[in-house]
């Protein structure tokens, strides 16, 4: 199994850029899809993007397409989440997922491991 690491959360004021990191760790990573999702107070968990196990596909929230931008270096067993145009309503606790052999699915319930999230603060 995989065990997964969030980082480069923080605050940032509307407009601004964020990149999240997500390292792997205990498995090879090149075997697992990977995704992002979040989650607002009192909200249910969101998907956000996702790519697959070899990177051929990208699968992204309609909220955030042309803003934000899923990205994998298997060799550093590490993903990232490049975060554009930041709004406030993207203010959520962003969580890493993967999946085994996945393609890269929206779906909240495909993933086996998680991560323990990482918190992104949008100001206006």
């Known amino acids: 199994q995989v065990q997964l690491v969030e980082s480069g959360g923080g605050l940032v004021q509307a407009g601004g850029s964020l990149t999240l990191s997500c390292a792997a760790s205990?498995?090879?990573?090149?075997?697992?899809?990977m995704a992002w999702f979040r989650q607002a107070p009192g909200k249910e968990r969101d998907f956000v993007a996702a790519i697959s196990w070899n990177g051929a596909n990208t699968n992204y929230a309609d909220s955030v397409k042309s803003r934000f931008t899923i990205s994998r270096d298997n060799g550093k067993n590490r993903g990232s989440l490049q975060m554009n145009s930041l709004k406030p309503e993207d203010t959520a606790v962003y969580f890493c997922a993967a999946e085994v052999w996945g393609d890269g699915s929206w779906s909240v319930k495909v993933y086996n491991y998680w991560g323990q999230g990482t918190q992104v603060t949008v100001s206006s």
């Open positions: 205990g498995h090879s990573f090149s075997t697992y899809s």
